[in-house]
Antibody, heavy 121, light 107 residues
């Protein structure tokens, strides 16, 4: 059974940093691309960043480019999102999502339960 | 950047009704489109990918069609458990954009 478990969310001040983690199980992690998708309170879904199965290819939404870094440790079956220079508009539930193949350009067949990031002073 | 526009933003229909949701891309995306259902307080779930392929386990009352710039999600006979917000998502290029969502309620 595919399981994705996010952690690392919390309250952070504007300009601060946070690192999210997503522990994956139930599938061969290195064979699949992964993404982060966020949802601000009461709003729609926004794709944030994606990474190929090997980790060699990454993509970012314009809204986070230069501030967020996606990475993965295939030996630990874990996906990360390093978030720097956080803004109030980054406040959202952050979901870890699995892609059905190795390449980033795809839809999402499994989602984690999400972790809430709140940026506020 | 390619924009994804859904319509309507919300709708109310009776149980058993046929419901159609539209998603329009600002440029052609071939058939690189997925549809998701997000029930209140729940995680999104993929219904359709490649514009018209039903994900395993999804009821057959859901169907998708379209190619290029215009796509539709159809619920053939609306059920109470279909109350949710539905999103389209393109995946033909690096920005994996979602539509704004369509909230479906029971009349």
């Amino acid at each position: 059974e595919v399981q994705l478990l996010e952690s690392g969310g919390g309250l952070v001040q504007p300009g601060g940093s946070l690192r999210l983690s997503c522990a994956a199980s139930g599938f061969m992690f290195s064979n699949y691309a992964m993404s982060w998708v966020r949802q601000a309170p009461g709003k729609g879904l926004e794709w944030v960043s994606g990474i190929s199965g090997s980790g060699g290819t990454t993509y970012y939404a314009d809204s986070v480019k230069g501030r967020f870094t996606i990475s993965r440790d295939n030996s630990k079956n874990t996906l990360y999102l390093q978030m720097n220079t956080l803004r109030a508009e980054d406040t959202a539930v952050y979901y870890c999502a699995k892609v059905p193949w190795e390449l980033v350009l795809a839809f999402f067949d499994y989602w984690g339960q999400g972790t809430l990031v709140t940026v506020s002073s | 950047d390619i924009q994804m526009t859904q319509s309507p933003s919300s709708l109310s229909a009776s149980v058993g009704d046929r419901v159609t949701i539209t998603c329009r891309a600002s440029q052609g995306i071939s058939n690189y489109l997925a549809w998701y259902q997000q029930k209140p307080g729940k995680v999104p779930k993929v219904l359709i990918y490649a514009a018209s392929t039903l994900q395993s386990g999804v009821p057959s009352r859901f169907s998708g069609s379209g190619s290029g710039t215009d796509f539709t999600l159809t619920i053939s006979r609306l059920q109470p458990e279909d109350v949710a917000t539905y999103y389209c998502q393109k995946y033909n290029s690096a920005l994996l954009t979602f539509g704004g969502g369509t909230k479906v309620e029971i009349k």
